[in-house]
């Protein structure tokens, strides 16, 4: 168990204490690869009665091979999604993957009624951008970025743009250095990047503590991923200065096409939100 979980758990139950939540309708596993030549597809989705989705993300710790044997899967409708997010405190990668699909549903419901979301039209200039996250004139050749997990189409426009970029990441067999480009086991390394992008999924494997703990010379931290689609308010307590998510609008559409192997992400948009209360668009 994490400090960040508990504290997650903490706000998800202070903010919906004297609110109603809309039960459990089901939880959508990926089809197979390769089914109606579909891609491979790392995401779970719990979606809730009144339409709310939260993705996580399945592909670590056994996660879909865990959810795929256990019976609770079948016996979801109906459930209070608090009771499911309580997982996320869990040892297991089953329970950790359900339980934060159950807190981004819930975060989902209630950003969605108190109208926080707004489209992201474009992820890179949030990326680069300035304090208040509305335009991408703060970005200089002197830019170290941090990466915790690799954000493949990022790469390449900040190389050309002259930025030097630093990668963590757990597979020594990925480690290497290629011009302004490093890839390391090494965390302690984000303590000399000014700028710093993590991935939702150390929100699964409850590492973003001690990733967070290495980012105290970073002017932006900034999260990004389906997986991260959760309040922000525990990120930015802890110094994360933007969080991006992935908001659905229909999910009637987004289930079929789920199901069906087809293109999800046309069902909704992904959003940010800065930690100044400002909606990055």
Known sequence: MSEFATDLLDTISQLTGKRPLPLARQLVLPVQAGINNTKKNNFAALVLEDGSVGMTYIALDQALEGLQQNPLVDSITGMNPLEIARLYQADEGWQRALGLSAINAISQHVMHDDNILKPMTDTLPVLLSTEDA????????????????????????????????TVIELDAQLVRTDGNLEVTLDTSKLEHCNKVIITGTTL?????????????????????????????????????????????????????NWQTGRKWRQCGFRYSISQNGKRAA
Request: aromatic share 8%; proline share 5%; glycine share 10%.
């Open 134 to 165: 509305t335009d991408s004139s703060g970005l200089n050749a002197n830019d170290h970025f941090g990466m915790v997990g690799y954000f493949g189409r990022l790469v390449d426009p900040l190389t050309r743009m002259g930025a030097r970029i």
């Open 204 to 256: 699964l494997n409850h590492t973003i503590d001690n990733i967070l703990q290495h980012c105290n010379n970073a002017e932006h931290i900034m999260m990004f991923g389906p997986t991260a689609s959760c309040i922000p308010q525990p990120l930015f307590e802890r110094g994360v200065t933007l969080v991006g998510g992935f908001h659905v609008t229909d999910d009637v559409a987004f289930v079929d």
